[in-house]
């Protein structure tokens, strides 16, 4: 496969466990592949220099934090040609976690995180209608997440 990162079978398998826990220490790695954990520390600096890992974070729970209202919404631009001039001000909407280029119906596909519907409201009127370039938006409330996961390792 020309152009995408040669991985064996043991970087599959640290892959699959760093995956599941970003926070397994790489002696607990190390013992689930049989090798050492020096052996892990470097097999995942390699995997990070290759681009396989782009890192490591802590997720926050929305809700915990008071945001229970996600929201997806699709974007029609004006112009394929202000993709790049939209782009800037949606990345100024902290309540923006996602943004995609996307073929088909939307020129974009966002996905919002807000307090409320009466919040999501507020940013669609006063933070989205407003960026110039946007002709239109839908919008479609998530009622409940049902499952999330990392791509499969296989």
């Known amino acids: 496969m020309a152009g995408h990162p040669q991985i064996d079978e043991l970087d599959k398998k640290i892959l699959s466990l760093v995956s599941k826990n970003a926070r397994i220490p790489y002696l607990e790695v190390a013992r689930e592949c049989n090798v050492s954990g020096a052996a892990i520390h470097q097999r ?6 290759m681009g396989v890992i782009t890192g490591s974070e802590f997720i926050i729970n929305p809700k ?24 800037k001000q949606l990345e100024q909407i902290p309540e923006i976690v996602e943004c995609h280029y996307t073929t088909g119906e939307y020129s974009l596909f966002i996905k919002v995180v807000t307090r409320d519907n009466e919040h999501l409201k507020d940013i669609l009127s006063g933070s989205l209608q407003k960026i110039d370039g946007i002709e239109r938006t839908e919008t479609f409330i998530s009622l409940e997440e049902n499952f999330k996961r990392q791509f499969p390792i296989s």
């Open 44 to 49: 995942i600096q390699r995997l990070i220099k």
């Open 64 to 87: 915990s934090i008071g945001y229970s209202t996600c929201a997806y919404m699709g974007i029609y631009l004006q112009s394929a040609g202000l993709y790049n001039q939209v782009l």
